[in-house]
């Protein structure tokens, strides 16, 4: 069961700046687009063939929107890092990291993402550099669920292009919880 003193810790990041900006690894580029549409079926013309995209009032080619998080992904070898942090009772010197501590430590370890709300503000385009700035939105109390008691966390995104003008705004929801106990288990 939480209690009230870690509900009182973990609304103390409400509104936090929950990592440094993560800058893209690589600009956007055709050749991640077309990756991105042949994982997901998704061969709309605007996505790879300039004509189509101007006779649909773009300029050239333009990315999937739903690609935007993509950009900013910071790859398995970081992943890795912050596994091993959290294996040792460690964290990044970030807000997010010191969070998902401490509530590792009062033993709500799984995860599961629950949804994501994304507002776009103008096509990502070939060329454009993307850079992510996350906040803290909001952290539940406690909630019970099937997967057992738990802390929903949404982050807040801006996405900005190399220009910082807001290209995508995003609300991804996780779950942080205790997992419950199976009948039968030992």
């Not at 690589?26 to 994982?39: F, G, L, S, T």
């Not at 300029?59 to 294996?87: K, N």
């Not at 991804?172 to 009948?183: D, I, M, Q, S």
């Amino acid at each position: 069961m939480t209690t009230p003193a870690l509900d009182e810790l973990l609304q103390t990041y409400v509104g936090r700046e929950a990592e440094p900006p993560r800058v893209a690894r690589y600009p956007v580029n055709a050749a991640m687009i077309r990756n991105w549409i042949e994982a997901h079926d998704d061969f709309n013309p605007v996505y790879v063939d300039d004509q189509a995209a101007r006779e649909a009032g773009r300029d050239d080619i333009i990315c999937p929107p739903a690609m935007i998080s993509t950009w900013v992904m910071s790859g398995y070898r970081r992943y890795r890092d912050v596994q091993r942090l959290r294996a040792q009772g460690r964290s990044e010197d970030f807000a997010y990291s010191e969070l998902m501590n401490h509530l590792d430590r009062a033993g709500f370890t799984s995860v599961v993402a629950t949804n994501v709300e994304q507002s776009y503000h103008r096509d990502l385009r070939p060329g454009d550099h993307i850079t992510a700035h996350y906040t803290i939105e909001s952290v539940s109390g406690p909630k019970t669920t099937a997967l057992g008691e738990g802390h929903f966390i949404t982050l807040y995104k801006r996405y900005l292009d190399q220009s910082d003008d807001l290209v995508a705004e995003e609300w991804f929801r996780l779950l942080r919880f205790r997992p419950t106990a199976k009948e039968g288990a030992n």
